[in-house]
């Protein structure tokens, strides 16, 4: 179970193709899954990209922000992963709205291609706008492409498409007069917060898939709680999915931060094991 | 040489010999020692045997315990195990935390003047269960033919184990559906090494596995199958739902999502399943308190507040609404408690958690009460007492204040019938309101113990049984599980 049968790394995203058949077949757009890579890890929360039920795969793009990635990110095809349970959350709301905004960054790049697909296939016309650093950051473009009327680039340097993040794509595209119905956003915090707000003086509805510090994913510990609209909600049971607009984002950057410094100790003793591993090698 | 009961009354309670308390509260070793076998049959040699057998009345599942206990005293300590284990799958984890002085030996004929003089029925359910594993003298029972008829279980904690031993020793198929990526649910997430070591959990499972119960981990019933597809796709017969209580409660003031500020369960999955305790070697984090308030009364409450004190922290403080004797944890817990200096602040209740700047919690206020008027559980009411607040420092604030129910399977189940709390409204032997499910432990009565979840297990079993074999007799064959034969590995 769970065998890494593809991987490749497009600068510190890696893609992981695995195979969960049950996984496949029950999850829907917007849905995520928890991974453990081997016994001792923590529990990830990652959104699936892509699936593939006849092949009983499914598809994940892994940001390498610390220990417990890093050494999902160590392992080879042909390896298995220890645990993957899911698919977890609410999937996301699909009907037709018209025209549909999806907004991605970093591992959003491949999250938002589910949603966008579905959004597709129920008779949206779909608008997918993407950020990264630099042109070559990109990824999963061609089957975002298929699914998207439009596929617009956001990058710092300006490399591709303008330069800015998607934010301002949007802004754009707002100030032009272009109507939109609904959005979707996934990606780093401070990516859904500004893209709630450039959508907020137009009352666009904005759906933002948060990414809360999870422990189990099933309602049961409340490590993911975030406020929205003034109500405590669980990120794994009642989202990840919530109003942009209603986001009590400077708690969540608070909560998030939680255990950065406990983060350094796990990091500091793998690089000690690192080191002693590759001592132990040289001397054999 | 037979113990007449004078002489029998004349011998004093064995305690069990512990970790001393500067010792044990900073390691997560298990607290008692154990029993050695001269001890257990001293301890044995105490029961009257007494003809109307009150314990057994008291034990939730009847096990029988003047038998096991006169076994014991003969040094028959695998046939003691046993005697216990026809009525009781578990008595290495029930010895541990049942509440003995509310059942079993609340009512003993021995500790009718004194409680503590009952006969310590639980210490002894634990050394021969003990002594049986720890001498591998574990026997497996024989399992009957197949029946044809598959039944699954959801959530291998107490009840689901429970159901699943009592039904493949039927002749069932058994398959469990755990959502985590270990056995044993509230065992092994909640209820800390130094009260239930792992090890003991991790040998009940394997048993039922080498009796062919299958286990299926990571595998959340509700998002991976819906109940209808355990039916219709999969081809159960009757499906159990045992997934335990659920979603953590939170006070309704100020700072309660502040950094630092956990509810138990997330405090407790962190450490035990997580085992954090051990980080970093293992990668979950865990944020380390200096000063720990813990939020409730009962047993998670009191794990919570001793596991913080194995980590390090200075000083932990309990924080209770109500008065000690009304505490609903365990008397041998607040006792360890107390005796590793966790510190109790008894009627008060708190209104408000402080933070700094950077939102991490930095103090509390609370209000004192007093004890008014009886409620309906006929326990004095806590009443405020007006302008008595008063203020403490503390980084960590452990919220064990009760559960709501996890609607991750009614919500996909519409058709379930919940009570106005979201629980699964089930008859008293577990039958859900839909054909062929059934229900129990915490998802149908709130947070609960093991061995009223274990009980519910076994009343289910019981009904799960009486009626397939109905369902059997009126079409001469299975409904559908015959179909799937053959092609399942």
Known sequence: MYEIIEKSEIFNVHKMVITAPEIAHSIRAGQFVIVMGNEYSERIPLTVSDWNTDAGTITLYILEV????????????????????????????????????????????????????????????????????????????????????????????????????????????????????????????QMLERCSEATRPYAIPTKVALNSIMLDGTGMCGACRVSVGGQTKFTCVDGPEFDGHKVDWKELYTRKSAYVERETVAYQSYSHECMAETRLQQEL | MEL???????????????????????????????????????????????????????????????????????????????????????PAVCGRVCPQEAQCEGVCVRGKKDITQAVAIGNLERFVADYERENNLMELPEIPKKNGFKVAVIGSGPSGLTVAGDLIKLGYEVTIYEAFHRGGGVLVYGIPEFRLPKKIVETEIKALEDLGVKIYYNSVIGRLHKINDLFTIMGFNAVYIGVGAGLPIFLDIPGMNLNGVFSANEYLTRSNLMKSYLFPKYRTPMIIGKEVAVLGGGNVAMDSARTAMRL??????????????????????????????????????????????????????????????????????????????????????????????????????????????????????????????YAGGDIVTGAATVISAMGAGRRAAKAIHEDLMKESDETLRPPAGEVEDGDEE
């Not at chain 1, 596929?151 to 007069?177: H, N, P, Q, W």
């Not at chain 2, 512990?18 to 001890?39: A, I």
């Open chain 2, 312 to 437: 390090g922290a200075e000083k932990v403080t309990i924080v209770y609404r109500r008065a000690r004797e009304q505490m609903p944890a365990r008397a041998a817990e607040a006792h360890h408690a107390e005796e590793e200096k966790i510190e109790f602040k008894l009627l008060s209740n708190p209104v408000e958690i402080y933070g700094n700047e950077e939102g991490w919690a930095t103090g509390m206020k609370c209000q004192r009460y007093e004890l008014g008027e009886p409620d309906e559980s006929g326990r004095q009411r806590p009443v405020p007492i007006e302008n008595s607040f008063f203020e403490f420092d503390c980084d960590q604030v452990l919220v064990s204040i009760g559960g709501q129910a996890n609607p991750l399977i009614t919500s996909t189940t519409p058709d379930m019938k919940v009570n106005k709390w979201g629980y699964i409204e089930t008859d008293d032997w577990g039958r859900t309101n839909r054909e062929f499910v």
């Open chain 2, 4 to 90: 007449t009961a004078k002489e029998r009354m004349a011998i004093e309670r064995h305690g069990m010999a512990e970790q001393p308390p500067d010792l044990r509260n900073r390691n997560f070793k298990e607290v008692p020692y154990g029993y050695t076998p001269e001890e257990a049959v001293a301890e044995a040699q105490r029961c009257l045997n007494c003809k109307n057998k009150p314990c057994v009345s008291g034990c939730p599942v009847e096990v029988p315990i003047p038998e096991f206990i006169a076994l014991i005293a003969e040094k028959k300590f695998a046939e003691a195990a046993r005697v216990i284990k026809t009525k009781n799958v578990l």
């Open chain 1, 66 to 189: 610390g220990i417990s990635t890093l050494e999902l990110a160590r392992m080879k095809i042909g390896d298995s992963i220890y645990a993957v349970t899911g698919p977890l959350g609410v999937p996301s709301e699909i009907k037709n709205y018209g025209t549909v905004v999806l907004g991605g960054g970093c591992y959003g790049i491949g999250g938002i291609y589910p949603i966008a697909k579905a959004c597709k296939e129920a008779g949206n016309k779909v608008i997918s706008i993407i950020e990264a650093r630099y042109s070559a950051m990109f990824y999963h473009e061609k089957e975002l492409h298929a699914v998207s009327d439009q596929v617009l680039y956001a990058t710092s340097d300006g490399s591709k498409g303008i330069r800015g993040k998607v934010e301002d794509v949007i802004r754009e595209m707002l100030e032009k007069g272009v109507k939109i119905d609904h959005t979707f956003f996934m990606g780093c915090t």
